[in-house]
């Protein structure tokens, strides 16, 4: 079990991360107000696909654990996580679990965040260095509000 520890939204691309002290999470959209939000509907990739014909964004939300932040020396918010925590090993996290966010909120893990060049750009070497630790992605199965410091639960 883990806790939220902080969160924050992306109003813009390549705009810093905005401090909240709770956030709408909106099931199969994502975090009102951050730019990750949205449905995001495409055809399945298997012709004649009649069980999967479309397939959610898979960058709804990105969770990051604090105590990796620390070890990289990193600020909260600025490798873009949404959610930061605390207790909660977020890279060891696998694609399709659940989390438990307060009472309600649940979220489907897509996968981890692969580093991406604008690493370079918080310190040089930095995507290299984080590569496996850059945090989670995953989507809004069921919305609701969570807030700092509510528990954290995987299913």
Do not use: W
């Amino acid at each position: 079990m883990g806790t939220v520890h902080s969160l924050q939204i992306c109003e813009s691309h390549r705009s810093p991360m905005k401090k909240v002290e709770e956030a709408v999470l909106i099931t199969d959209f994502g975090i009102e107000g951050d730019v990750h939000a949205a449905t995001h509907i495409r055809p399945s990739p298997v012709p004649n696909d009649t069980i999967s014909t479309y397939r959610r964004k898979e960058r709804q939300v990105l969770l990051m654990d604090l105590e990796t932040l620390q070890k990289f020396n990193l600020e909260i918010g600025i490798i873009k996580e949404n959610i930061t925590t605390t207790g909660l090993d977020i890279n060891r996290l696998k694609k399709g679990q659940k989390i438990i966010v307060g009472d309600l909120v649940t979220l489907t893990v897509t996968g981890p965040c692969t580093p991406c060049y604008r690493m370079d750009e918080i310190r040089s070497g930095l995507m290299d260095d984080i590569e496996g630790e850059r945090g989670t992605l995953a989507f809004v199965e069921k919305g609701g509000v969570i807030r700092i410091g509510d528990k954290i639960s995987i299913l």
